[in-house]
Nanobody
């Protein structure tokens, strides 16, 4: 079992940057695929980015490709999402998740709010 806790969200202006962190507790997630998802008001939860357990494979939604970077530090049991050139449409609650593959996530954090103003 893994417990995840996101942090780093906040209110920023368009064009600004934020770095989200997801700290794990309990079992280490060095062997898990880690992902970031987001859910805007009135919308379904969407995939944002994912990173393989080895850290050498990353995947991004087209909407964030080139702006967001996912990374992790297994020793610190933490995954990060560096968000640059933020846009108002990036406004959402961001969740981190851990799973055995890119399509099946078993553990989820509580979410952190990111709000981007014009």
């Amino acid at each position: 079992q893994v417990q995840l806790a996101e942090s780093g969200g906040g209110l920023v202006q368009a064009g600004d940057s934020l770095r989200l962190s997801c700290a794990g507790s309990g079992r280490t997630f060095s062997s898990y695929t880690m992902g970031w998802f987001r859910q805007a008001p009135g919308k379904e939860r969407d995939f944002v980015a994912a990173i393989s357990w080895s850290g050498d494979g990353t995947y991004y939604a087209d909407s964030v490709k080139g702006r967001f970077t996912i990374s992790k530090n297994n020793a610190k049991n933490t995954v990060y999402l560096q968000m640059n050139s933020l846009k108002p449409e990036d406004t959402a609650v961001y969740y981190c998740a851990a799973g055995l593959n890119f399509n099946e996530y078993d553990y989820w954090g509580q979410g952190t709010q990111v709000t981007v103003s014009s």
